[in-house]
């Protein structure tokens, strides 16, 4: 049973007015647009291409539809609730503060170790082009931009993210209106290629389309920032429920279309898509001069949008947490509106990171990649669950708060649910991702564990 703390009053109520409201609705609308274009879309899409073939377009459109219905419970109770905790605030109002508990401190380490792996992944690129300089020194430089920009104050963060996501929304418009007059035959200087790349749809069997649809699934990651993000914003209710009701054509658009405008122009057994990236493969094949490079630059400033969304993200979910009792005092410390050691903290946490990944490459670093493994699906379940408690609460209490309405409530709610456990079970069945499950859940239950604990002694004192 939820907690009475939680009940009568929205967590984070008063904690959310004492953060700087800098956001503008240019940022948010900008951030929610340029968030579905993460880092997994042009660098971890390739391995999925490589194993389903054509048949990762029904991965992704799989995928998608499942993000598509997280969106929208996330997008319902955090247009009732706006907050800076998101799911985690919303976990701990529906079932209780160890859900809060759980559901935010797993999010913040994935956050605070993906800060550290996308900083190593963008100093790759920049590596490649001036040979000789150390990795490390580019990883410290994109923490210190990064860092000091959060540290100043958050409309910092909403400009960066604003121009990231305007230079990926306007390069992979490019690519789809470019694929798109390759595949009608009508750009100059290429042949259509017809339907010939697409005769083996299903190249692996369905093993195959198993292992691209579990590579789709991780691509998503990252569309939660935009609700996070909101409570900031000089109108959130306005803010999350426009990106929530624009969510279904973008990931239509921009993952399933450019998916399927790579898979038409190039064939999936080339080892480019893989080697150089799927767009980049693409690009390459068409040949226009210097577009390999250009869209480098992207997937760099794609690495670099991730990289502060979630030195941002990371740094609210704390808030939140610290504001509701979760955590140490000091990361809720405000200066200038700014929780400011919870800024330093991801950045410390995934310079660390970085570190592990050159001392111990075999041991420490691949276990901590494994125990974040699965945690975006870790949180869409509570999300889901959240999302079934909270609807008939607000039906009841608030009604007028139901600005974004759940489709098909309660039963696409228990469908989502049914395709995250099927998502489980793949999971289970794969040796590669077997153990990403159990360690991500191992982490789950302690934090859950360590969350009742702590339940219990408030309840009791």
């Known amino acids: 049973m939820p907690s009475s703390t939680t009940s009568e009053t929205p967590p984070q109520q008063r904690a959310d007015a004492s953060l700087s409201h800098g956001l503008k609705q240019r940022h948010l609308s900008m951030i929610a647009l340029g968030g579905v274009i993460g880092a997994g879309l042009f660098v971890g899409s390739g391995a999925g291409i490589a194993a389903a073939g054509p048949s990762i377009v029904i991965a992704y459109t799989l995928s998608g539809v499942l993000v598509m219905l997280v969106m929208r419970m996330l997008g319902e109770m955090s247009a009732a609730y706006p907050s800076s905790g998101s799911f985690s605030a919303h976990a701990e109002r529906a079932i209780g503060p160890w859900a809060g508990f759980a559901a935010g401190w797993s999010f913040w ?270 949180v869409w379940i509570f999300i889901a669950v959240s999302q079934l408690l909270l609807r008939r609460r607000i039906e009841r209490e608030a009604p007028e708060k139901l600005v974004v309405r759940m489709w098909g409530f309660p039963w696409l709610t228990w469908v989502a649910l049914a395709g995250m456990a099927a998502i489980f079970v793949l999971m289970a069945r794969e040796p590669d991702t077997r153990i990403q499950l159990y360690s991500t859940g191992g982490m789950t239950l302690a934090l859950a564990a360590v969350g009742y604990a702590w339940q219990r002694a408030r309840a009791r004192s």
């Open 109 to 378: 380490v994935l956050l605070c170790t993906a800060v550290g792996l996308e900083g190593i992944g963008a100093a790759k690129i920049v590596q490649g082009w001036l040979p000789g300089t150390p990795q490390w020194m580019w990883v410290a430089l994109f923490m210190v931009v990064f860092c000091g920009a959060n540290l100043a104050a958050v409309k910092n963060f909403g400009e960066f993210e604003f121009w990231f996501a305007a230079l990926k929304v306007g390069a992979i418009s490019l690519f789809l209106i470019l694929g798109g007059l390759a595949i009608a035959g009508v750009l100059p200087g290429t042949d259509s290629p017809g339907a010939s790349n697409l005769t083996d749809f299903l190249p692996h069997g369905s093993e195959g389309l198993l292992v691209g649809l579990l590579a789709s699934v991780f691509a998503y990651g990252g569309l939660e920032t935009v609700t996070i993000a909101a409570a900031e914003s000089e109108d959130p209710v306005r803010g999350v429920a426009s990106a929530v009701r624009t969510a279904m054509w973008r990931i239509a658009l921009f993952y399933i279309g450019s998916m399927a405008v790579v898979v038409t122009l190039v064939p999936w057994s080339s080892a480019e898509v893989v080697a150089k990236g799927p767009y980049v493969a693409t690009l390459d094949h068409l040949g226009i001069p210097g577009a390999g490079q250009l869209m480098n630059v992207v997937v760099l400033v794609a690495l670099l949008s991730a990289m502060n969304a979630n030195i941002y993200g990371s740094s609210r979910i704390a808030y939140s947490l610290v504001e509701r009792g979760q955590g140490p005092k000091a990361l809720a410390r405000l200066s200038g509106g700014v929780p400011r050691v919870a800024v330093l903290t991801p950045c410390f946490f995934g310079f660390v990171c970085v570190l592990l990944s050159y001392w111990r490459p075999d041991d420490v670093f691949p276990w901590l990649l494994n125990m974040i493994g699965a945690v975006i699906l870790v």
